[in-house]
């Protein structure tokens, strides 16, 4: 594999020596050795086998202290020196054998003459560099042919030749090393050459020394030449024996060139499976990207299994699998006819895994498992847990390996990988492969599955910021949409919100905190709540505006937003509204089916603080809409707003065959233009109106006597409008909401008030801001009493307070006609 290490000067480093400038032309054959924490060997070159002269079968799983036999210790210009005696030998430091056996835990280099296992002993330059993480190496060490760097017909003499440590940074090009690492050590995962790399680069980079102050950096050419090359020095070789020339040029023999071309085919196939995966973020589409990125280059049959917590996009799975963890089919892909495994294995199935099986070794241990044929007996075992199902057929003989996809160190599910019975079957270089693409696509599941978590959280927190708007109100039907955002997070600060109002009134409000995110939403929280209770007080919009740009400066300096509020008179046919920065409404007249822009004084936004607010009135009629929306709707990036605008008031006008059609309507024009990345609330009100003749109003004194006559009116307006059934518990609690209102009021003003719409309600108002509270009464207690009886009668009940006074109310459900 690892063919010549080509040795270049370093600048101003024996740049201009003649000497090394000579040395640094030539190449010299460089072995790679990797030692296990158990001292065994785990990697042994091509170069290796060169060098020592053992074979890579006869030397992997050797302890590495008795895989080169030595000598004693001698002088340097005797045979046979010990890998520890190098100090004797060159003065570099400590011998390779402490290195070898553990003893060291930093970098070592040196030169050493050794009994290879060949006839001879070989002159070698080594460097050691003790690796930590969490692989199984242990030891790293590179060794060169000391004699390689001398040639008979050279008339040069060098002092010293010895191995020594350096800064990467002093030399270019040494960034080489960590690019072309993997295909020297094709057992390895990229990911553990990485890390081999970066720890030899900290250590120190290795040199050659010829003389006191000249160092050349030793810059392997990793992997072996391309295969031009290869096929150039066959050719020379072969002429060179033809014509009877000597050469010592090294001629790559036909296994090596296999070797190479395994290793090439399986660094691209890597490389073309993580250009294929991880495209999207999309739980799903990543699933099927990764089955479909090994079939069929690298197997036929590719089924993925996840975690329960994975699919449902939860958060990160807690512990090790068990035999009870639920492991979901969400992929299966194949090259068999069609169909063959559908009704089998169906995707979508769930189901635990037997300790007994491959399946359960490899997602509890993490590692991959690989099976080369899977016999009658397996097969049996694998197909007892599929019930009423015969598999045997679809897995008998056929190789198989299982991956594990892993993430954090956590398997998060595996994939079951099958070879068709007359394909070769998987290899040890197969699983180190199966493995490395199982953790890329581990990654990309793991960091799908984050995203789809983080998603369904924002969207969770986003729906429990959003009111559950009733579709009715009184005199008014509504329906609202809201659009997450296209930029990150997908949670903003755009609220809707309806609040029902004393005198059957409804205050309808949109609003725009500035910015996305979290804190955009928290924001949008309190600012909606604040609405709402100041809203409940009835204070007039621009009232309720300045109120709530006080509250946000307090907050802090940075909250800003936008808020249009309007509040609805179904009885007086009129909207007064107050805007504070926002895109002002559109209304749509039911008469000719026209749409405007409602001209509105714009106001500064919520948070700038000193700026007035001012309200506006507008008579509606029956059948209005009133349109209010956010900017994200109407904004484009590139796109003047008015285009947005323009856009909107024509969507709006359009006829629609329900409240919902219409918003549906609204969206599909104006978020089909592409470019929108904020989020959008639009809150859609067909203003219906309450006629006078589903009004009923009288004013009473400030007397006793008119408790009565409260109850008389009231009997008597539910008769005319055919609500006879209600007449006696209405009028019953009119004349407890009277008794109270006569008892505390400080004027002569109280007014009783029946409207008849999607409900029956009764309203008493009076001057007095004192709210009544529900109080527990006992047998003897005298007051208490009303009520209670109120709130066991009525469907609903409440007071608020008014610029006036207070106004006490109740509903009934009205019959069914």
Not at 252 to 269: H, I, K, N, Q, S
Request: aromatic share 6%; with cysteine; net charge negative.
């Amino acid at each position: 594999m690892d063919r010549g290490t080509e040795v270049g000067a370093a600048p101003g480093r024996g740049a201009g020596n003649g000497e090394a400038d000579r040395t640094a032309a030539g190449r010299i054959p460089l072995a790679v050795v990797v030692v296990d924490r158990a001292g065994l060997v785990s990697h042994w070159s091509s170069g290796a086998r060169r060098l020592f002269g053992v074979s890579k079968d006869e030397a992997l799983g050797r302890h590495a202290v008795d895989l080169l036999p030595v000598s004693g210790a001698l002088p340097e210009d005797a045979d046979g020196v010990h890998f520890g005696s190098f100090a004797t030998y060159d003065g570099l430091g400590p011998g390779l054998e402490a290195s070898l056996d553990g003893r060291l835990s930093y970098p070592a280099a040196g030169r050493a003459r050794l009994t290879a296992g060949g006839p001879g002993r070989v002159d070698v330059l080594w460097w050691a560099y003790p690796l930590v993480g969490p692989g199984t190496e242990r030891l790293l060490v590179l060794a060169a042919d000391a004699a390689a760097m001398r040639h008979e017909d050279d008339d040069v003499s060098f002092e010293r030749i010895a191995p020594g440590f350096a800064l990467h940074t002093d030399f270019p090009g040494a960034e080489e090393l960590a690019r072309r690492l993997p295909e020297i050590l094709p057992s390895m995962s990229v990911g553990e050459s990485v890390r081999i790399v970066g720890q030899v680069l900290e250590l120190g980079y290795p040199v050659l020394e010829f003389s006191q102050n000249d160092r050349v950096p030793v810059t392997p050419e990793w992997g072996v030449p391309r295969r031009a090359e290869r096929r150039a020095r066959r050719e020379r070789a072969a002429r060179a024996a033809a014509t009877g020339a000597p050469t010592t040029e090294d001629v790559p023999d036909e296994g090596e060139d296999l070797e190479y071309v395994a290793v090439r085919e399986r660094l691209e196939f890597l490389n073309e499976v993580s250009g294929r995966i991880g495209t999207s973020l999309d739980l799903t589409q990543t699933i099927l990207e990764v089955s479909r990125a090994v079939v069929p280059r690298f197997t036929d049959v590719a089924g993925t299994y996840l975690r329960e917590q994975v699919v449902a996009g939860e958060g990160f799975p807690d512990g090790v699998p068990d035999t009870t963890t639920m492991w979901h089919r969400v992929a299966l892909e194949h090259t068999d006819e069609p169909g063959r495994w559908d009704d089998v294995v169906p995707v979508g199935e769930a189901m635990p895994f037997p300790a007994h099986t491959p399946f359960f070794q490899c997602m509890t241990s993490g590692e991959p498992v690989l099976v080369p044929r899977i016999s009658e007996r397996m097969g049996h075992m694998i197909a007892a847990q599929f019930e009423k199902r015969d598999i045997r057929p679809l897995i008998t003989d056929r190789s198989m390996l299982v991956v594990p996809l892993k993430a954090r160190n956590v398997v998060l599910g595996f994939m079951i990988l099958l070879r068709h019975p007359e394909r070769v079957e998987f290899n040890d270089m197969d699983r180190v492969t199966g493995a490395e693409l199982a953790a890329r696509a581990g990654l990309v599941l793991d960091n799908a599955r984050m995203y789809t978590y983080q998603e369904s959280v924002a969207e969770t927190l986003q729906d429990s910021m959003l009111p559950t708007i009733a579709p009715r109100m009184a005199g008014c039907d509504i329906a609202t949409r809201y659009l997450p955002g296209t930029l990150l997070g997908r949670v903003g600060g755009d609220w809707f919100d309806s609040v029902k109002l004393p005198g059957s009134r409804t205050a309808l409000v949109v609003g725009d905190v500035m910015g996305h995110g979290l804190n955009s939403a928290a924001m949008m929280g309190q600012l909606r709540t604040a609405v709402q209770t100041m809203a409940a007080l009835d204070l007039p919009p621009a009232q309720l505006l300045r109120n709530l740009d006080d509250l946000a400066q307090r907050l802090g300096d940075n909250y800003l937003a936008t808020c249009l509020y309007a509040v609805y008179d179904p009885i007086a046919g009129e909207l007064r509204l107050a805007n504070a920065g926002h895109i002002p409404p559109v209304l749509v007249r039911a008469e000719d089916g026209r749409s405007e822009l409602l001209d509105l004084p714009t106001g500064a936004p919520i948070g700038v603080g000193g700026v007035p607010f001012e309200a506006v009135r507008v008579p509606v009629a029956p059948g209005d809409r009133l349109v209010m929306c956010t900017d994200g709707l109407v904004e484009v990036r590139g796109e003047d707003i008015g285009v947005g605008l323009a856009t909107l008031c024509e969507s709006a006008a359009h006829p629609a065959a329900s409240m919902d059609h219409a918003c549906d309507t609204i969206i599909r024009a104006l978020n089909t233009r592409g470019g929108r990345k904020d989020d959008v609330a639009l809150l859609l009100a067909r203003l219906n109106g309450i006629g006078s003749e589903d009004v009923a109003v009288w004013r009473l004194a400030l007397d006793p006597v008119e408790v009565g006559r409260a109850r008389a009116v009231v009997h008597e307006q539910l008769h005319a409008w055919g609500l006879t059934g209600l007449a006696d518990n209405a009028g019953l609690m009119a004349g407890e909401l009277v008794t109270n209102a006569v008892r505390h009021t400080r004027s002569r003003r109280i007014e009783l008030r029946l409207v008849r719409g999607d409900t029956l309600l009764c309203e008493v108002d009076d001057d007095d801001q004192t709210l009544p509270t529900l109080l527990s009464a006992g047998p003897g207690d005298e007051f208490g009493r009303g009520l209670r009886l109120v709130s066991a009668l009525s469907r609903e009940w409440g007071a608020s307070r008014t610029g006036a006074g207070k106004t006490v109310w109740f509903e009934l459900t009205l019959p069914r006609r």
